[in-house]
C-alpha cells in the first residue's frame, strides 16, 4: 500500500533529525540531481550540456532545488536559477553561484524567467513545497508560473510536491505547476494521491530520509498485493451460512437491469449466498439462477441500486431492513435512491456509495451548503465531513474515488479506466462491497476502520476487472461483473 503522512506529520518527523544535525537537505537535494540525471538521460541521451531551470521560491523546498542544480552544474549541466521570493536559501543559493550556475533574481522580469523555463530541457520546480499556506501560487511566483505556462510546459521535476497543489487535501484552485516527475522526501503527501489534484504530481518516486512518522497515516491507497489480507477466503470447514448471506433491495419493474447488474457482481464476487427482495425476481433469476427470492437471515445489505422515489414497496423494504442495520448490526451498503432513507444516524458498518452529487444530497439533507462541484473540488473534506453527520462509512464515486470512515481512516483509489464511467457500473460496484462485507461483518464490528479498508478493496477489484473486461477499450457493466471471479482469483495468487 501506498501511505502519506501530511505537513504536520513530515515536519514533526523532521525536528529531532535536524536537532541531531542530520543533513536532511543534502540528502534531500542529492537524491533529487540523481533523479534528474537519470531523466536528462531519458530525455537527450547525456547530461553535460543539458539546460536546466531551477525554480526556486524562499524557503526550503527552494534550497533543495537549489543544491540539486549546483550538482548538476557540476556535472556540466548548464544551470539558471529563477527567484521568486524575496527572501532565497541563501547556502543553496550560494552553492550554485560556486558551482558555475547563473541566477536571475526576483526584480527580473517575469517574462524572461519564464522564457529561460520554458526552453529548458528539465525545470526543477521548488517553488513551493510543505510551507505552502493553501491551494494555487500567489505573487510572484504565480505570475512566473502563468507566464511559463502561456509558452507551454518543458518536462517539470516536482521537488517533494507540485508548486501549488494542496499538500495536504489535494485540492488545486488556482495557480499550479503540474509535474511529469514528482520527487517526494520523506514521506508521500496527501496531495500525491487524492482528487482532484493527484494528477498534476505525473510519475512519484519517493526519497527515503529515514524518518520516524508519527501516528497513522493520513490517506492510503491500497495495490493489488493489499487484497489477499482483506478478502474473506472460504476455510475449509465453511458452509454457504458462515460465509455470508447478502440481501439485496434493487431494481425495480422500471430499472431491472439495476437488480440483475446487483445481484451478479455479489454472486461472481464470490458470497455465500444473495437473497433478493424487489418487484423483479423473476429477472433477476431468469439471469442468476443461484438467487434466492424472497426474506430471510443476511449478514449484510445493499440497498438502493435502480430504486426510485415513487417505489413505495422497495422504500418500504429498505426502511424495514434499516431496522436491522441499527438493531443487529448487519452491515449495509447504501447505494443511489437508498441514500435519501438513510437514517439520521448509523454505524461505520453502513457504507454510503455516493458520487459527488448524490454525496452534495446528502450533505444538503443534513443543513451543509455545498454543491456538487464542491464536492469535486474537495472531495476529501466532504466525505468526512459526511462521515461525522451520519456515523457511516463512506465511499465517494469518481474518476478516483475516495473512502472516510472510522477514526480518520482514508483511502484514495485510481485504479479504473475512464470506460468505466458508464451506466450500471454503480450497481455492480455495489454487490461487489456487499458480498464483502457479507462475508466480513464480524471482524467489521470488531475493527470499525475495516470497513472502509473494505470499500477500498472494492473500489480497487472494480478497477481491476474493469481493465480485465476489455483492457484499453470500451466495457459494459454486466463485463465488469463477468470480470470479477477471474479478478478476484488472479488477486489472491490462485
Ligand atoms: N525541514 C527540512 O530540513 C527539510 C525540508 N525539506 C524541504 O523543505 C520544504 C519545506 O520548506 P519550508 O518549510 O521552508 O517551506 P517552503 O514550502 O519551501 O516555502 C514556504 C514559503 O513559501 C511562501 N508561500 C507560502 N504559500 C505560498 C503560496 N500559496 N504561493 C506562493 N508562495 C507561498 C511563504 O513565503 P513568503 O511568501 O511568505 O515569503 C512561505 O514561507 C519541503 O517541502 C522540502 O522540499 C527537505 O529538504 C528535507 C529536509
Ligand atoms: N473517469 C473515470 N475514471 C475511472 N472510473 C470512473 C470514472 N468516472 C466514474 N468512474 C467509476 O465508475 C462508476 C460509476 O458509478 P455510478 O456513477 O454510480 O454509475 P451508475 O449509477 O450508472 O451505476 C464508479 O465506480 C466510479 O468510481
Ligand atoms: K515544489
Known sequence: MLQTWTSAQVRAAEEPLLALGV??????AFALHVRSTAVLRELRGTVAGA??????????NGGDALHAGALLARR????????????????????????????????????????????????????LGIGSDGAGLRGT??????????????????????????????????????ADLTVAFGALKPGLLLPPGTHAAGRVELVDLGLDLPGAPAVVRLEPGDVADLWPVPTRDEHKYTRGVLGVVAGSRAYPGAAVLTTSAAVRAGVGMV??????????????????????????????????????????????????VLERGEAAVVDAGALELLPARVGPHAVLTPHAGELARVLVQRGEDVD????????????????????????????????????????????????????????????LLGALLAGSVDAVHEDPTLAAALAATAALVHGRAAH?????????????????????????GR
Open 275 to 324: 437473497r433478493y427482495l424487489g418487484d423483479v425476481g423473476d429477472v433477476v433469476v431468469a439471469a442468476h439462477p443461484e438467487v434466492v427470492v424472497g426474506h430471510g437471515r443476511v449478514q449484510a445489505w445493499v440497498f438502493g441500486p435502480g430504486v426510485s422515489p415513487d417505489d413505495a414497496g422497495q422504500r418500504r423494504r429498505i426502511g424495514y431492513a434499516f431496522e436491522h
Open 468 to 492: 480485465r473486461a476489455n483492457p484499453g477499450g470500451p466495457i459494459s457493466a454486466q463485463a465488469v461483473a463477468d470480470a470479477l471471479p477471474g479478478t478476484i482469483a488472479e488477486l489472491l
Open 372 to 431: 456538487r462541484a464542491g464536492v469535486e473540488a474537495d472531495p476529501l473534506r466532504w466525505a468526512r465531513r459526511a462521515h461525522e453527520l451520519t456515523g457511516a462509512t463512506v465511499l465517494l464515486k469518481g474518476p478516483v474515488t475516495v473512502v472516510a470512515g472510522a477514526h480518520g481512516a482514508a483511502y484514495a483509489q485510481a485504479d479504473a479506466p475512464a470506460w468505466l464511467a458508464t451506466a450500471g457500473a454503480g450497481d455492480v460496484l455495489a454487490g
Open 51 to 60: 539546460r536546466v531551470v531551477v525554480l526556486a521560491g524562499p524557503g526550503n
Open 23 to 28: 543533513p536532511l537537505m543534502e540528502r534531500a
Open 76 to 127: 556540466g549541466v548548464e544551470v539558471h536559477a529563477v527567484l521568486t521570493g524575496s527572501r532565497v536559501h541563501e547556502e543553496g543559493l550560494a552553492a550554485l553561484r560556486r558551482a558555475g550556475g547563473q541566477v536571475l533574481p526576483a526584480d527580473g522580469s517575469v517574462d524572461e524567467g519564464a522564457a529561460l523555463a520554458a526552453g529548458a530541457d528539465l525545470v526543477l520546480d521548488g517553488l
Open 141 to 178: 511566483a504565480g505570475d512566473l508560473v502563468r507566464a511559463l505556462l502561456d509558452r507551454g510546459r518543458p518536462y517539470v521535476v516536482a521537488v517533494d510536491v507540485p508548486s501549488g497543489l494542496g499538500v495536504d487535501d489535494g485540492r488545486r484552485d488556482g495557480t499550479v505547476l503540474d
